[in-house]
């Protein structure tokens, strides 16, 4: 592919994979557009002569003006990485509808939004769609079935976009982490605790279901290496359809197709406590 400077949007740059993603493009000499719900959260990004906007994915309206701005700023966009996202921890029998939609209107719907909002101005670059999805979707495990539902679905729409949009010179890359430093593990254990009632059928188990939430920071990669791997893929004319990077990313991907499934439901009612309930 062209070594020319390159358009970049990223979404839920705060923190971690996305926050990595910008000062990765950015030093590849790309003009990268750094976006987050909170502007201020972007403040050394902007100092460093990162464009910044404030975008909330859950507001079609900022998604639109995000889009116009750079189109008339640039008439084009290389890159769109659909990074924000939200984990939505506990039970799904108890879980709150409000939170349950939440989760697929942050993983599913903004991701869809994005690319439909931004495709004429990827399809006149040539351009390539970054979907940050995750290796739950791959192997769901008790306590983040929300998530891991999410997850899948937008791994799934993402394979039909790679096929479809193929024919308009439009790259697809599903990247799948395993174990990434970030505050993602925090913002998991703040979802259990809006989740879980004190007279919840699970209470008793609140340990495991918190050690879930905090199951992608046990020994994790690094973003700004994860970062490296998945600019180097938005260089390639054939990109890897999906990206596997991370402390369980391969291993768990393998675990879900070799095990029978009771073998597994097995293994993780163990892993989780559920044994000790009912």
Avoid at 101 to 129: H, I, K, W
Avoid at 130 to 159: E, R, W
Avoid at 209 to 232: D, G, Y
Wanted: charged share 20%.
């Amino acid at each position: 592919m062209s070594s020319r400077n390159r358009v970049v949007l990223i979404t839920g740059c705060s923190s971690g994979i996305g926050l990595a993603l910008a000062w990765t493009f950015q030093a590849q000499g790309d003009t990268v557009y750094a976006t987050a719900r909170r502007p201020e959260s972007l403040s050394q990004l902007a100092d460093a002569g990162i464009k910044t906007l404030a975008l909330d994915v859950l507001q079609p309206a900022q998604i639109d003006q995000v889009i116009e701005t750079i189109g008339k700023e640039t008439g084009r966009l290389d890159v769109l990485v659909n990074n924000a996202g939200y984990a939505a921890i506990g039970p799904v029998a108890e879980m709150p509808m409000a939170q349950l939609r939440r989760e697929f209107d942050t993983n599913v719907m903004a991701p869809m939004a994005l690319v439909q909002a931004a495709r004429y101005l990827l399809r006149s670059a040539q351009g390539c769609v970054v979907q940050i999805g995750s290796v739950s979707a791959t192997l769901t495990t008790p306590f983040a079935g929300a998530y891991c539902a999410s997850k899948a679905a937008l791994h799934n729409l993402s394979d039909a976009l790679r096929m479809e949009l193929a024919p308009f010179g439009i790259r697809v890359i599903i990247v799948a982490p395993g174990a990434i430093r970030s505050n993602f593990g925090e913002a998991s254990s703040r979802s259990m605790n809006e989740t879980l009632a004190n007279d919840s059928w699970y209470a008793p188990v609140r340990g495991a279901i918190t050690a879930r939430a905090r199951a992608s920071q046990e020994n994790p990669s690094s973003a700004e290496e994860l970062a490296q791997v998945i600019v180097r893929e938005t260089r390639k004319s054939m990109p890897r359809p999906v990206v596997r990077f991370g402390k369980g990313s391969r291993f768990l991907f393998l675990l879900k197709r070799l095990i029978p499934e009771r073998r597994l439901d097995t293994i993780l009612k163990r892993k989780f406590q559920l044994n000790r309930l009912g």
